[in-house]
């Protein structure tokens, strides 16, 4: 499990700093006792309020559980590329009844 959670770790800082925008600052928040990671925009832009989760990744049972994704490319594939297997990895935001239709865990 510590590998998962450097892999974790070292994506969402990855994607933090794919930021383009100066206005916008990303987050993360990693929290290792009970195994949340998360990845959030804060900042505004004119007058707007930028505020989001973009990623957001659980351990649970062993697996990494994945309850947001709001990247271009997918986290999963990247956890995939680092050698986690898809069996070990749930895509957590996909309705349960789906699941069995990916090469991802169902739970």
């Not at 009970?34 to 649970?60: A, E, F």
């Not at 590329?81 to 090469?103: E, Q």
Request: with cysteine; hydrophobic share 40%.
């Amino acid at each position: 499990m510590s590998q998962y959670r450097q892999h974790i770790q070292n994506l969402l800082k990855e994607h933090a700093s794919l930021v383009w925008d100066t206005r916008i600052r990303a987050e993360t928040i990693f929290d290792t006792e009970h195994d949340h990671y998360q990845l959030i925009y804060v900042g505004w832009r004119n007058s707007k309020r930028v505020y989001g989760v973009v990623l957001h990744l659980d351990i649970i049972d062993n697996k990494i559980w994945i309850q947001q994704d709001g990247t271009e490319i997918g986290i999963a594939n990247k956890l995939v590329d680092l050698g986690i297997p898809k069996t070990d990895i749930v895509l957590a935001f996909d309705p349960p009844n789906l699941c069995k239709y990916t090469d991802f865990a169902v739970s």
